[in-house]
C-alpha cells in the first residue's frame, strides 16, 4: 500500500517514470527530494551519465554531475535495501554525507553498491522508459526530467 504523498511522478523525454519513495528507509532524503520537486527543480534537467546495464543518472542542475541545490548536503542514510533494477538512489562524492539532489535509477543488478549509498525508492510503473533513455557518459542531446511532482 502506497502511503499517501510518497509517489514521485518523473514525466520525462522517453514517457512517465512513476517511484514510490521510501521515508522508512531515508527520511531526510525522500523530505529533500519532495521539497525540490515541489520547487520545480527538476523540471527540465538532464540524464547527464547513463551507463548500459548500470544505471540512469540525473539531478544536476548544470547537466554535467558537478552541482547541486542552493540547500546543504544530507547525511547518509545507509539501509540494507539492496539496488537492484528500478531502485532509487542517491549520487554522492567520495564523503558519504555530499548527496544534494542528484540521483540514479539502476537498470540491474548492482549489488556492489549496497550499505554505501542511500537508497530512497523504487521505480514501480515505467521502467521500460528508464530503459529507452539515451546512454553516454557524457550524454550528446540527452533526455530529460520534463516535470517531476510529488502525490
Same mark, same amino acid.
Given at each position: @500500500?502506497?502511503?499517501?504523498? &510518497?509517489?514521485?511522478? %518523473?514525466?520525462?523525454? /522517453?514517457?512517465? $517514470? #512513476?517511484?514510490? @519513495?521510501? *521515508?522508512? %528507509?531515508?527520511?531526510?532524503?525522500?523530505?529533500?527530494?519532495?521539497? %525540490?520537486? +515541489?520547487?520545480?527543480?527538476?523540471?527540465?534537467?538532464?540524464?547527464?551519465? #547513463?551507463?548500459?546495464?548500470?544505471?540512469?543518472?540525473?539531478?544536476? =542542475?548544470?547537466?554535467?554531475?558537478?552541482?547541486?541545490?542552493?540547500? *546543504? &548536503?544530507?547525511?547518509?542514510?545507509?539501509?540494507?535495501?539492496?539496488?537492484?533494477? +528500478?531502485?532509487?538512489? @542517491?549520487?554522492?562524492? /567520495?564523503? $558519504?554525507?555530499?548527496? &544534494?539532489? /542528484?540521483?540514479?535509477?539502476?537498470? +540491474?543488478?548492482?549489488?556492489? %553498491?549496497?550499505?554505501?549509498?542511500? #537508497?530512497?525508492?523504487? $521505480?514501480?510503473? +515505467? @521502467?521500460? &522508459?528508464?530503459?529507452?533513455?539515451?546512454?553516454?557518459? =557524457?550524454?550528446?542531446?540527452?533526455?530529460?526530467? #520534463?516535470?517531476?511532482?510529488?502525490?
Amino acid at each position: @500500500m502506497l502511503e499517501a504523498g &510518497n509517489t514521485l511522478t %518523473l514525466e520525462t523525454t /522517453q514517457g512517465q $517514470v #512513476v517511484i514510490e @519513495m521510501r *521515508p522508512d %528507509l531515508a527520511p531526510a532524503h525522500v523530505a529533500h527530494i519532495k521539497k %525540490l520537486a +515541489g520547487e520545480k527543480f527538476y523540471d527540465g534537467v538532464a540524464f547527464h551519465r #547513463v551507463i548500459d546495464g548500470f544505471m540512469a543518472q540525473t539531478g544536476c =542542475p548544470h547537466g554535467t554531475g558537478t552541482g547541486g541545490s542552493k540547500y *546543504p &548536503n544530507l547525511k547518509a542514510e545507509f539501509s540494507a535495501e539492496p539496488h537492484v533494477r +528500478g531502485t532509487c538512489s @542517491m549520487a554522492r562524492a /567520495q564523503d $558519504v554525507n555530499t548527496a &544534494n539532489s /542528484q540521483f540514479f535509477i539502476c537498470f +540491474g543488478d548492482a549489488r556492489f %553498491l549496497n550499505k554505501q549509498y542511500t #537508497v530512497w525508492g523504487k $521505480v514501480t510503473s +515505467g @521502467m521500460e &522508459n528508464v530503459d529507452k533513455i539515451k546512454r553516454g557518459e =557524457p550524454v550528446r542531446d540527452p533526455d530529460r526530467i #520534463v516535470s517531476a511532482t510529488v502525490g
